[in-house]
């Protein structure tokens, strides 16, 4: 089993990335691809780079299957479609148990059901008006984690309109999920961005990964065996004055956030990508309250 293998970086989204060090070796190989709709990329060094990357890649597509809002045949289009799932993927009732702890633990700010009303907001701007109180009334209906039943044979809803969305959580996961992948395979340093960052080990100048934040301050953190994820209500918006923000309130209906941007530092990235949308929307007592061993940075 190969040791201390260095991964120089999987890049996606809008992250800022440390900048590697220039101890880079000679087996460097990369890949750039998409990886839930976001630009990927996969440099690395080892001197089975190639068999590893192609393994990180097949295994973001595979869950890709699983926890895509958008390919129709996904696990997740095929729920959302059918109001029930048989015999769902092993990762999907992971991710549901995650899911199921994030709402409990911050009161129902973090809730993937969320998927009516996002659709009712997208339909209606699109049009060219906001969504009025009667079809926001009529979303919140179907809107709440109480309305999922998960077991490992089946997941279903209780009732017809119910929809979930796992884009406040899934990227986390992928990039947990791809870490371990290197993990078991010998590799003890890496850095996974799936538009949310996972890192084990050190960087290749030797040093511990750093991520700089996207503040006033310029301030970085230090990450090893540890993630972070950043959410901003206004970093996608419905509308063309960028004044309504995709992250939704499951608690009442409406474009929420508290903070201009939320990162969280915790010890998975999908638990820290979950805290991150729903802290937006949180007061700093609330996130106190919730954000256990979490690092929390708020803007």
């Known amino acids: 089993m190969t040791t201390r293998r260095r991964f120089l970086g999987i890049l996606a989204g809008a992250a800022t990335l440390p900048v590697i060090g220039a101890r880079a070796g000679t087996n460097i190989a990369q890949w750039r691809g998409i990886a839930l709709g976001a630009e990927a990329q996969i440099i690395l060094d080892h001197p089975d780079a190639d068999r590893l990357i192609a393994r990180a890649v097949a295994e973001i597509q595979r869950l890709e299957n699983i926890f895509s809002l958008y390919q129709t045949d996904s696990q997740l289009a095929r729920l959302n479609r059918d109001g029930t799932l048989q015999n769902p993927a092993f990762e999907m009732i992971e991710l549901m148990s995650i899911c199921s ?48 039943t998960y077991s490992p044979q089946r997941i ?6 119910v929809m979930l969305t796992l884009n406040g959580i899934a990227q986390g996961f992928i990039a947990d999920k791809v870490t371990e992948l290197f993990r078991s395979n010998g590799v003890s340093n890496v850095l996974v961005n799936t538009g949310e960052i996972a890192a084990l080990g050190t960087a290749p100048d030797g040093n511990t990964w750093r991520v700089k934040l996207d503040n006033d301050e310029g301030q970085s953190v230090a990450l090893r065996g540890t993630a972070i994820a950043t959410s901003a209500p206004l970093g996608t918006t419905f509308d063309t004055t960028g004044k309504v923000g995709h992250i939704l309130d499951p608690r009442t209906g409406y474009s929420g956030g508290i903070w201009s941007g939320v990162s969280v530092v915790s010890s998975s990235a999908a638990k820290a990508d979950g805290l991150s949308t729903a802290f937006c929307l949180m007061t700093r007592s609330e996130i106190a309250a919730s954000k256990g061993e979490s690092q929390v940075y708020l803007r």
């Open 101 to 148: 702890a994030l709402n409990a633990r911050t009161n129902g700010a973090f809730d993937p059901t969320v998927q009516t009303l996002w659709s009712t907001y997208a339909k209606a701007f699109a049009a060219g008006n906001q969504p009025d109180a009667d079809s926001i009334a009529k979303a919140m209906s179907v809107t709440g984690w109480s309305h999922v």
């Open 156 to 161: 279903s809803f209780d009732r017809k309109g």
